[in-house]
């Protein structure tokens, strides 16, 4: 009989045994080998380990280093802040020394100013200031040393070049000039400047051909006269190519008029000295100078009226006496010509300067003449020939012998 599946309380059954018993003895006997590691397997572990080492430590390296530039940096920009701070304080104190004409304390201000920061301007303040302290070789090391740092500041070589021509070194300033018009060519200021010097020059150049041909030195002379002509004529290029840089004063149009006068070229000399009283009527050379222009181009009711304004500013101006008198004397135009004005104006220049100037002698002699009294004509005639070669002056005594045998002739040149 079957035993009942629900009774309890006998002994267990044993477990049959599994299959594949043998392979599990098997393996206890003989266990499984260890696999051995891959050798790029290795590798690459220690790659990745010297890598992840490195960065760490480069990341370490890298805050601490950020940290260090940031610390620098801030420091750097502190000092920058403080140092350009000093400078524009000793600037200021130094520009409102200069404005007081406390000039020697406008000196220490700048150079303080240089301590904080080295700039172009800086040593040209301080050159500016020196210069009114009456130190002119220190002040031109400072105009060097702004340019040698600043080669386009142009107000710095202008200044350098008016205190040499200043001190009568037209030749050096000219120089300055030129050094400057290579690195800044467009430069209107240098241009009118270096113009303006040339012009100094032709005075000197001038100089000694009177000089010259007072001595009987013809070959000196003509050296002299031909070196004024030239410079002259450079000087006007360069007031040209200022005026094309957009020059614009009442001073520069009439200087620029005034070599054109000097060239004989009235009408283009006529509108640069418009321009001038026009933006300043108070400049007397440039009424003066307009004048002249005028008179040589016949335009004689504008010409009084200018020279007229010259004599309201300057009354005893004798340059203006003796011009209105020989327009008034000499005029193409009957209703111009005044000879009684002539001979009172040429009075007056002759007696302000003590009878001595030849072409005033020989002014009122034209009045003279003009007003019918030739026999004044001839007696001033003779006292400006007699002038003229006690100055050894042989061509204008030439001219005035000449007109004087007019005179004589009673005839009026």
Request: proline content about 4%; glycine content about 6%.
């Amino acid at each position: 009989m079957a035993d009942d599946p629900n009774k309890t309380g006998g002994a267990p059954e044993k477990a049959p045994a599994a299959a594949g018993s043998g392979a599990t003895e098997f393996f206890a006997k003989n266990p499984v080998p260890e696999i051995p590691p891959s050798i790029p397997l290795q590798w690459f572990l220690l790659g990745a380990l010297v890598i992840t080492g490195a960065a760490y430590v480069v990341g370490q390296w890298t805050d601490r280093t950020t940290s260090q530039m940031k610390a620098g940096q801030g420091t750097r920009l502190r000092r920058l802040v403080q140092s350009q701070s000093e400078y524009l304080a000793h600037c200021k104190s130094g520009d409102e020394a200069f404005a007081k004409k406390h000039y020697a304390q406008a000196v220490s201000e700048y150079r303080l100013a240089l301590q904080g920061q080295d700039t172009a301007e800086g040593h040209q303040h301080l050159g500016q200031a020196l210069l009114k302290t009456g130190s002119p070789d220190a002040a031109f090391a400072q105009f060097r040393e702004a340019l040698r740092l600043d080669p386009g500041l142009v107000s710095a070589a202008s200044e350098w070049g008016l205190a040499l021509a200043a001190q009568g070194k037209p030749q050096e300033a000219s120089r300055v000039f030129k050094d400057a018009l290579q690195r800044n060519p467009d430069s209107g200021l240098l241009h009118y400047n270096l113009g303006a010097t040339l012009l100094q020059t032709q005075t000197d150049a001038q100089g000694r051909h009177r000089m010259a041909a007072a001595a009987g030195s013809t070959q000196e002379a003509q050296a002299a006269d031909t070196e004024a002509k030239n410079l002259a004529e450079e000087a006007l290029r360069h007031f040209a190519k200022a005026s094309h840089n957009k020059i614009d004063s009442p001073a520069f149009w009439r200087a620029y008029g005034q070599l054109l006068n000097q060239l004989g070229r009235y009408a283009e000399a006529e509108p640069q000295l418009l321009r001038s009283v026009s933006e300043d009527a108070g400049l007397a050379e440039a009424q003066f100078q307009l004048a002249v222009a005028q008179d040589h181009l016949n335009k004689y009711a504008e010409a009084i009226a200018h020279y007229n304004k010259v004599l309201t500013l300057l009354p005893d101006d004798v340059e203006t006496l003796n011009n209105l008198a020989l327009l008034y004397a000499t005029a193409t135009n009957d209703q111009v010509r005044t000879s009684k004005m002539a001979v009172q104006l040429a009075t007056r220049a002759c007696d302000a300067t003590g009878h001595n100037n030849t072409r005033f002698l020989d002014t009122l002699a034209r009045a003279c003449a003009a007003d019918g009294d030739f026999f004044q004509a001839i007696t001033w005639e003779d006292k400006a020939i007699q002038r003229a070669r006690q100055l050894n002056d042989q061509d204008s005594a030439r001219e005035f012998q000449a007109r004087q045998a007019l005179f004589m002739d009673h005839k009026n040149p």
